[in-house]
């Protein structure tokens, strides 16, 4: 059941499908208003979670970014921070996977991932600090995943990259801290979405995955809204720098 307003305003970047739309219904659903980023070929998508927001009866705002381009994600975080009145929470969500061993994969194939990946996740945080130090008060969740941990064949880039969001994180929770703000990582792990399937090739594989998990299942993107919205929120008031698994027990620690 959707909560009441909480008076606050979260940004969700990559939202308009997968984990990233899955977490703004779930943040809106616990009384966020919520600005909603994509690129731009995804407008329609973006535009129908932000009707899904409204329908829950939170306000939402669509801004579009390429989150590895500085300049377009200075212009996005203004126009957010001047159509919502205020940032409270952001969620660093974007990213892409491109499959390739490490002999085949191009230089330009690294970079791409990393910068949307890595680079993405610093720049938008970046672009937010002044707002929330001014505020003093933050919420930062950046999605890592599980591979950034243990990762699997042809993904050592995409490991490279999430491996630097949670490094990033630490450094940063330390940095913001005495601004009163939090940063926190989650990691998933196999989710059922478009990228999720990258690494569902085929039944064997899913079961295959599904054998490595303690709860003997697949992921679905809502599974990730939870712990999304504690760090999010002020439950997680005391919570900084770390770095929470939701994989269903592929990972355990
Ligand atoms: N699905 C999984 O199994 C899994 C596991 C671990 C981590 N993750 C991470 O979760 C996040 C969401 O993944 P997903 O599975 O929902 O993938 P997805 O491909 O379904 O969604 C990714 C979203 O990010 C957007 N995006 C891509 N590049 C962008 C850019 N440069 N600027 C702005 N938006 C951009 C896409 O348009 C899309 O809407 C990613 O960071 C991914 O690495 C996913």
Not at 134 to 158: D, F
Not at 181 to 186: E, G, V
Not at 195 to 222: C, F, H, S, V, Y
Request: proline share 3%; hydrophobic share 45%.
């Amino acid at each position: 059941m959707t909560k009441p307003s909480n008076g606050r305003v979260a940004l969700v970047t990559g939202a308009s499908r997968g984990i990233g739309r899955a977490i703004a219904l779930g943040l809106a659903a616990e009384g966020f208003d919520v600005v909603v980023n994509d690129i731009e070929r995804q407008s329609a998508q973006l535009e129908a979670v932000a009707g899904e927001i409204r329908a829950l009866g939170r306000r939402a705002w669509t801004v579009f970014a390429d989150v590895s381009s500085k300049s377009e994600v200075q212009a996005m975080v203004g126009k957010a921070i001047a159509e919502a009145g205020q940032v409270d929470a952001v969620v660093n969500n974007a990213g892409i996977l491109i499959s390739k061993s490490v002999d085949d994969l191009e230089e330009g194939e690294w970079d791409a991932v990393l910068d949307v990946n890595a680079k993405g996740t610093f720049l938008v945080v970046q672009a937010l600090l002044p707002h929330m130090k001014a505020r003093h008060y933050g919420r930062i969740v950046n999605i890592a995943s599980i591979g950034g941990k243990h990762g699997a064949p042809n993904q050592a880039h995409y490991s490279a990259s999430k491996a630097a969001v949670m490094g990033f994180t630490r450094v940063l929770a330390q940095e913001v801290g005495p601004f009163g703000i939090t940063a926190n990582c989650l990691c998933p792990g196999i989710i059922v979405t478009d990228m999720g399937r990258t690494n569902l090739a085929d039944k064997a594989n899913a079961d295959r995955w599904i054998e490595k998990t303690a709860l003997a299942r697949l992921g679905q993107p809502e599974d990730v809204a939870g712990p999304a919205c504690f760090f999010a929120s002020d439950a997680s008031a005391f919570v900084t720098g770390q770095t929470l698994n939701v994989c269903g027990g592929i990972v355990l620690s």
